[in-house]
């Protein structure tokens, strides 16, 4: 990703027009990499918002969706491994336009990983619950509008956070995340 497409990348998840979207990126990266890319916002930024790679994972919308079919609430628990993946983290120094990234160690990776190996279609869809989802305005909304949509949008989300955490894992790579 060249300087001009962050620019206009970062611009637009700045804008507060109604058609905004907030999406959800994650880059897999050697720890010791992690102190140099704080350091540097746009090298930061380039190795967080790059599209494509083995490394990164762009979740698109489907990030409030993920959290409630694997931890079944709308709310953070810090208390929730998987919630504390999707929403937690140690926070780096560096502010983007929707907060500051976060970094998941490669201790944590390793757990999540077990975590979400655990999972299945049956017990994601077991907290699938379009009505309540709505309800408890989970981004982006409208579930129950097609239910089964959403649902297939979720569990291809799923599998492909499953498969990415556990290529991290068996790297013994640390996560970076952040929302754009």
Request: hydrophobic letters at 40%; one cysteine or more; a positive charge.
């Amino acid at each position: 990703m060249n300087r001009r497409q962050l620019l206009v990348l970062l611009a637009g998840a700045c804008t507060t027009s109604a058609h905004a979207s907030v999406v959800f990126y994650m880059a897999a990266v050697n720890s010791d990499e992690v102190p140099a890319l704080d350091a540097n916002a746009r090298k930061l930024g380039s190795v967080l918002l790059e599209s494509s790679g083995n490394w990164n994972l762009y979740l698109d919308k489907a990030w409030d969706g993920l959290h409630w079919i694997l931890t079944g609430a709308a709310k953070y628990d810090k208390a929730n491994p998987l919630s504390e993946m999707l929403r937690g983290g140690s926070s780096l120094a560096t502010q983007l336009p929707y907060g500051k990234p976060k970094m998941h160690s490669p201790r944590q990776v390793k757990a999540y990983a077990r975590r979400l190996a655990a999972e299945t279609d049956s017990s994601l869809r077991g907290r699938y619950d379009p009505a309540e989802m709505d309800r408890q305005n989970v981004y982006p909304g409208d579930w129950a509008d097609d239910p089964e949509e959403g649902f297939a949008y979720l569990l291809s989300a799923f599998r492909m956070l499953q498969s990415f955490t556990v290529r991290a894992a068996k790297a013994d790579k640390a996560i970076l995340c952040c929302w754009g």
